[in-house]
């Protein structure tokens, strides 16, 4: 998706012009990703974060160098009323949303005979709840069509030991985007989730060497995702070369879950 550079110059590609997008949990990782490649291709982006505003005011930073409008904020998508908030403000400072990515997510990972209430809720709460949250409160800014486009996970297919809130939660997600693609077919607006693999992020960054290396023998690709993987088909799905794709899962995990 296109030839850049950005040491002092960055240039922009036009797919996503005019275009306004607020990308969930985008201070780092895969969402800080996507807002970069966003920016690349000349949008306006929303950075939404929880904790880190030193994090995300410096992706802001990042996404300006492409000559576009961005701003940060603050909002703990496990709360409706934060969020509610937090789609106000977008409304009084960029008035539409073309495009949202439902992507902020964590891991508490406990098999489940010594999982906690609290690591369960915590989990549900965030990364699914979250996106019915935020999807819920930015629907009404998005008129003319638009993209909603969620970061499920493989485990959403397929589980992994250590994992039911996780796997339950992304699998929620599938079902939801399936779901809400039918009923927003009529508004020109598409729903796809995609489900990565093992990206190289702060949630895989602890994981066991030995497990690590596990994961790439099982893979054909014999890597680790970089975040810009995800970042580059996330792009696609927001564009208008997308039009006709909704309702899809698309994984992108190196060939892992085939
Ligand atoms: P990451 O580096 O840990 O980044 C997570 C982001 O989510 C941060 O910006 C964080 O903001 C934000 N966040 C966490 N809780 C939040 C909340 N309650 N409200 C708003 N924002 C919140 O994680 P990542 O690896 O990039 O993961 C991004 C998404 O991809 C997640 O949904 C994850 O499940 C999914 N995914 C990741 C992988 C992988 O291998 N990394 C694989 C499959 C799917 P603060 O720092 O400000 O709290």
Redesign the pocket.
Known sequence: MGLYMCNKTCVSIKMLKGKTALI??????????IAIEFARNNADVII??????D??EAAVDDVKKYGVKSMAV??????FDEVKRMAAIIQKNFEKINILV??????KDRTLKKMTMQEWHAVI???LN?VFHVTKAILPLMRDGGRIIS?????GLYGNFGQCN?AAA?AGIIGFTKSLAKELGKKKITVNAV??????????KNMPLFRKKVINYMTPLKE??E?ED?ANVVAFLASDKARYVTGAVINVDGGLAF
Do not use: C, H, L
């Open positions: 969930t949990g985008a201070s780092r990782g895969i969402g800080k990703a939404n974060y929880y904790n880190d505003k994090e995300a603050q909002a703990d998508v496990s709360n439902n992507n902020a997510g964590i891991v709460n965030t990364n979250g970061i499920s996970s493989i485990i996780y992304k489900a990565p693999g093992f990206v190289k992020t702060s949630i895989t680790e995702a975040p995800i």
